[in-house]
């Protein structure tokens, strides 16, 4: 299991490592990832990514990191998470080594990509945008967490949810939270700042697409935080 040498690459703990692959089963949209969507693609080439970056392989990180943006968008995170790594190892080394720059490149190319299909099937670079979701939902942008404080309030204020609207917005307002609290909870325990980077960059990113209900990805964001 490859999250399982990953955690174990960076807390050299058996325990940690398996109570990570635990936790990740047990989350509540990990069933996501035993259908046939692309979201266990997805995961498994995230996670790749980070192992093969910790491994010093930057060319195969940044190949991993790309499919995983062309095989879904919120891989477009990767993008600054690989800028703010690209300074953090300039400003340690002091030295400009292109090969830094090679996942930055590869996850530029992918979306470029990714861009380029959009407006080859659909007419539109920014068809992703737009598109509708299942239960007549669309995507569209909005600040990061408005709707999410503003869905917990409505969650809040009424006794029994409504379906519709749980289905729709009330779980991926519980999930972003519950993203934000396991953020904060690695912080607390020192978790290497790349997954806080990669972690907060997702919170940010996920809830500006207004209408994109429980997004199962949010088990990329807390794999490490297990």
């Known amino acids: 299991c490859l999250l399982f040498k990953l955690v174990y690459l960076d807390f050299k703990s058996e325990r940690i490592a398996w109570l990570s692959v635990f936790f990740l089963n047990i ?3 990990s069933y996501f990832t035993i259908s046939v969507y692309a979201e266990s693609v997805f995961l498994f080439l995230a996670i790749a990514s980070f192992y093969y970056l910790n491994k010093n392989k930057l060319l195969i990180s940044g190949l991993a990191a790309a499919g995983a943006l062309l095989t879904r968008i919120p891989g477009v995170v990767f993008i600054p998470f690989y ?6 190892v300039r400003k340690k080394q002091g030295l400009f080594n292109f090969k830094i720059i090679y996942p ?6 992918a979306f470029v990509i990714y861009l380029v299909v959009n407006k080859v099937y659909y007419g539109e670079f920014f068809y992703f ?14 600040l990061p967490l408005r709707e999410t404080f503003s869905d917990l309030l409505s969650i809040n204020r009424s006794k029994i949810p409504d379906y519709y609207f749980m289905i729709t917005r009330g779980w991926n307002a519980i999930f972003t939270t519950f993203a934000l609290v396991i953020t904060a909870v690695g912080i607390v325990y020192r978790v290497p700042w790349t997954y806080f980077v990669y972690s907060l960059s997702s919170i940010l990113f996920f809830p500006r697409l207004h209408g994109a209900s429980a997004m199962p990805d949010t088990l990329c964001l807390s794999f490490q935080y297990s």
């Open 83 to 88: 800028f703010f790594y690209f300074l953090y």
């Open 104 to 109: 930055i490149l590869l996850c530029i190319t």
């Open 27 to 29: 989350y509540p949209t």
């Open 129 to 142: 945008l737009t598109e509708k979701l299942s239960f007549n939902t669309t995507k569209n942008l909005i």
